[in-house]
């Protein structure tokens, strides 16, 4: 009987501190006080968020030797040098014959929508920085979008069909969908591309260390012109136009976008 009570007694007490522990609360405090809202407070902060928007573009994108031999290899853009006898056949097949080794592909998969999220972050919170004029919030959400129009651009030529996410991501979800490259290229490449041209700066020739108008015009009409692989002509004429503007202001001399040979 005292055996029977004594088990009785102890399983009242562990489910009272059970209860207990499931009704308390931690008191969390964040010293560094390092939130995305506390960098929307200013220009100056605002900044580290568009910053953040190239990292993927450096770690394993342009610049990169896998990118180079995985997106450009067996193209007339590379050849070996001169009188070298060492093989890089894998470099000029797609990186052996479009077979690459699974971790670079994950990477350049993973960094594609590092980007993608750090560009949405950035183009969310940009209406709650307190900039002195809406052209140059304008222009900080169209580097953003350039980026991410650039990110877009390399996930659908590389792997076809991908999830598409334009607001910063708030739960986990384990079921995502892929949408088609034509309807990526008409929801978020060409819009973010054509605000890009709109409200990017013309630049100069040290400008080479953000986004240009000119850059924009240029990317534009390859996206335009992209398409037309996807089954569709809708966009060969602007792809032409937007092309002819550049050529336009080569011949010019560059005083409308700062284009020239």
Not at 131 to 159: D, S
Not at 182 to 202: C, G, H, R, S, T
Not at 206 to 235: M, V
Request: glycine residues 8%; hydrophobic residues 40%.
């Amino acid at each position: 009987m005292k055996t029977k009570m004594k088990n009785i007694l102890m399983s009242v007490a562990i489910a009272t501190s059970a209860v207990s522990l499931g009704s308390c609360s931690l008191d969390e405090k964040n010293p560094g006080g390092f939130t995305m809202d506390n960098l929307s407070t200013t220009e100056e902060t605002y900044a580290a968020l568009i910053n953040q928007c190239y990292f993927g573009m450096e770690r394993h994108l342009y610049g990169t030797e896998f990118y180079m031999m995985f997106s450009e290899g067996d193209t007339d853009l590379w050849t070996y040098r001169a009188n070298d006898n060492t093989s890089y056949t894998n470099y000029f097949w797609y990186d052996a014959g479009a077979a690459p080794n699974i971790t670079g592909t994950n990477n350049m998969w993973n960094v594609i929508y590092d980007g993608i999220g750090a560009c949405n972050i950035a183009i969310s919170k940009a209406e709650k920085v307190p900039f002195k004029t809406e052209a140059a919030r304008n222009g900080q959400v169209a580097i953003a979008r350039f980026l991410r129009a650039m990110y877009y651009f390399n996930a659908v030529e590389q792997f076809g069909a991908v999830t598409v996410i334009t607001e910063p991501a708030t739960t986990t979800v384990y079921n995502p969908t892929r949408t088609e490259p034509l309807q990526v290229y008409k929801d978020v490449i060409l819009p973010d591309l054509e605000f890009a041209v709109q409200w990017l700066e013309k630049g100069d020739d040290g400008t080479t260390t953000i986004p240009t108008k000119k850059a924009a015009l240029g990317l534009l009409a390859k996206a335009y012109l992209q398409t037309h692989e996807y089954g569709t002509d809708e966009f060969q004429q602007k792809a032409l136009d937007t092309a002819k503007l550049l050529i336009s202001d080569c011949e010019g001399g560059g005083a409308t976008y700062g284009a020239y040979m």
